[in-house]
């Protein structure tokens, strides 16, 4: 994709043009590096926690992308395949897609970016894919009323 002077050629949609702006030509290369680099700091940061064998579930029932809509693809995928992939890691899977589902849309994008990533890796690592690993689950507290 790229030469030896890490210049690479790319095909920009319609869409990707509009985000860009009018950019002058010598110019284009500053602000798409600019815009892929605040994507990436808003997918890290945006990124929900997951434990490891919960995003094992997640990355394998998302492994091909079925629906467009990243906002109905994570957890849709989750509920299709995972209940039969989840025992396999000891996960709750009925747990995991209502918590999937309580995710907003910016969540679930970023989350489809760590899906993205770890299958074009061939779904060898993933603490690479820059998915949030988390240690555990916080269990909800309840609060006794006297």
Excluded: H
């Amino acid at each position: 994709m790229s030469n030896q002077n890490g210049k690479m050629s790319l095909y920009v949609r319609e869409e990707t043009k509009q985000i860009l702006g009018d950019v002058p030509r010598r110019g284009i290369s500053l602000r798409l590096a600019d815009v892929v680099f605040r994507y990436s700091q808003m997918v890290t940061e945006l990124m929900p926690g997951f434990t490891e064998p919960e995003w094992r579930v997640i990355m394998e029932s998302n492994k091909k992308n079925r629906y467009k809509d990243p906002a109905e693809t994570i957890w849709i995928n989750v509920a299709q395949t995972g209940r039969e992939i989840a025992p396999l890691y000891n996960v709750d899977a009925e747990s995991l897609i209502v918590r999937l589902r309580g995710l907003d849309r910016v969540e679930l994008m970023a989350m489809q970016e760590a899906c993205v990533r770890f299958w074009q890796d061939g779904g060898r690592y993933l603490a690479d894919s820059g998915a949030k690993i988390i240690d555990s689950i916080a269990a909800p507290t309840s609060q006794a009323t006297s």
